[in-house]
């Protein structure tokens, strides 16, 4: 079982003299960012100040500035996790905001694994590296958050230059919100390796079987309309019983799949038992998720 943070070691008072900044402002940046400074945090959004993202942040009543000048002017810089070309924060563009804006004692946290095994970012000698992966888009983060709950979040630390990375990490995760349902403790090899694997050998695997589903009934003389529904409705209905209750629900009192489904919901202790490990792993997953409890 992987161990999670201890929402009782979060010390807010670590972020009361420090400044975030946001690289960006979609959903998910936005999200951290209107979330920390709910917390009480002060929070820098970095976008060009000329942009519709700048306007839409001041709407919000946060400080802009641009990318450069926001970490520059802070010791804590969140980077989007996958870098999209906004002009002056595309790859590259990151990569050297934080190697010339950054300082000893920095924190630099990414939402998700890639911007670093995949992009190639590092940081210089004596900033410490974090990830905080939500487990929900940005407005599931916001919303969760202003309801008084919380999303879960995956979290590592992969250079603690300073010493105290972890507990500015916790911290962070206590202003965000992801405390009240749970952060995960990973690595970031942990976290690049499981999202390539899992799309290399499940959902491209998966997009390739629906689309020769749909061209099989298509050839069958099966009007596309009708095998459409079947092939994505239908798989996508199967899935959300799968993410809201387990492989449980689709199978019978033998915990066995092609049972039939209605007779295993009246016996989910026994088909779970029986069932694949991964089911004692989803319900502690699900049990961190307001949301579809």
Not at 135 to 148: I, M, N
Not at 208 to 217: D, N
Not at 259 to 275: I, K, L, V, Y
């Amino acid at each position: 079982m992987s161990s999670v943070l201890d929402p009782d070691s979060a010390d807010l008072t670590l972020l009361q003299d420090r400044q975030v900044a946001v690289i960006g402002y979609d959903a998910l940046a936005a999200a951290h960012a209107l979330n920390l400074r709910d917390s009480g945090v002060d929070v820098w959004v970095g976008v060009s100040p000329e942009s519709r993202l700048a306007a839409r942040a001041e709407t919000e009543g946060l400080s802009v500035a641009s990318p450069e000048e926001a970490a520059r002017r802070c010791d804590i810089v969140l980077l989007p996790g996958s870098v999209e070309r906004h002009g002056e924060y595309d790859t590259a563009a990151l990569r050297g905001l934080v190697a010339e804006h950054t300082e000893p004692g920095d924190l630099v946290i990414v939402t998700s694994a890639g911007i670093v095994r995949e992009a190639g970012l590092a940081v210089p000698e004596g900033v410490d590296l974090a990830m905080l992966k939500a487990v929900g888009d940005g407005d599931r983060v916001r919303d969760e958050y202003l309801d008084g709950r919380g999303c879960p979040a995956l979290v590592a630390v992969a250079r603690d230059g300073s010493g105290a990375a972890w507990a500015t990490l916790t911290a962070y995760a206590a202003a965000m919100g992801a405390l009240r349902s749970g952060a995960i403790v990973t690595t970031l090899a942990h976290d690049a390796e499981a999202v390539a694997y899992a799309e290399a050998h499940l959902h491209a695997p998966v997009q390739r079987m629906v689309e020769r589903a749909f061209e099989e009934l298509v050839a069958r003389g099966v009007e596309e309309e009708v095998a459409y529904l079947a092939v994505v409705h239908g798989l996508k209905e199967r899935v959300d019983q799968i993410v809201d209750g387990g492989f449980a629900t689709q199978h019978g009192p033998d915990g066995r799949p092609g049972s039939d489904p209605a007779s295993g919901a009246t016996s989910r202790r026994e088909a779970a038992r029986a069932a694949h490990p991964l089911e004692r792993v989803g319900r502690r997953v699900r049990a961190m998720m307001s949301w579809i409890r």
